[in-house]
């Protein structure tokens, strides 16, 4: 029973990936005018589709939409009865059906006309009706379907989900679409926070942020590290940073037997020590404490005078890390 399980798992694959291949046959001038009219689209790009194919639809509009080309999904059965408000004589239809004779979306065909809206065909059958009315035809290539039965849509909607891919893909590569503008529309997402956030959203400022003089004995710097919590305290000398004191400064102090009450923490600092800006992003803040292996930071700004300050705890909480 194993070997019957994995035969048609292998069979499936292969016939798909049989489908994929011959999409490459395709991706010609007709792929490239697609592009152009998608490209040049002053509204919204409208996918739409029945059934598996509204599925897949569906998925190709949130594509498009997440990499830089506005656009949604309009189910034909709704945009019959009322949805068809969501167009405008700007938009450019996607119009995705196997056969392409698929009732709901022939039916919204007199109003595209009447609206002078252009469509895009995806469908198996270039003869089909759907496909004879289109600006331009994406005739996809399906071997066979991999259901046994050839019967339920598998070859067919994965081949057309890969199309959908190559054109939000292909549309984002003219675009100059960046990391920096997916992050703007994925807030919620981890490439967002990485993206998004600098140090100055993510930072303590204020009577949170622990500083001491110059002057302060160890024993007072050793108090204001433990009542912050960070691990670390800012040296300054008239306003301005002048080194760093951390725990790792307390071991060293201790090894050589230095009298932590009477010296100043001036005379064993860090001199200067490694900070960060307010507007420099928390994730390169997380890559330089990760190549130095320190676990906190301090914020100045451009006169070196201490702003704010943050932990690794606080990037963990923040989801950068």
Known sequence: MTQTFTASALRVIDTELQGVQELKHIIDATFTQACELLLQCTGKVVVSG????????????????????????????????????????????????????????????????????????ITQKPQSTLAQHAQLVLSIPVPAEACTLGLAPTTSTTVTLVLGDALAIALLDAKGFTSEDFALSHPGGSLGR?????????????????????????????????????????????????????????RRVLDQKIDIHSSVVHSVMTPNGITVTPDMLAVDALNIMQQKAISAMLVVNDKQQVVGAFNMHMLLSAGVV
């Open 50 to 121: 029945m059934g598996k194919s509204g599925h897949v639809g569906n998925k190709i509009a949130a594509t498009l939409a997440s990499t830089g080309t506005p656009a949604f999904f309009m189910h034909p059965g709704e945009a019959n009865h009322g949805d068809l408000g969501m167009l405008s004589p700007n938009d450019v239809v996607i119009a995705i059906s196997n056969s392409g004779e698929t009732g709901e979306l022939l039916g919204l065909l007199p109003v595209l006309k009447r609206l002078h809206i252009p469509y895009i065909a």
């Open 194 to 250: 990485k993206l998004l956030l600098t140090c100055a959203d993510i930072m303590r400022t204020g009577a949170d942020v622990p500083i001491v003089t110059a002057s302060t004995s160890v024993t007072d710097a050793l108090f204001a590290i433990s009542e912050k919590g960070l691990g670390l305290t800012g040296v300054v000398s008239e306003d301005r940073l002048v080194g760093i004191f951390t725990d790792g400064d307390l």
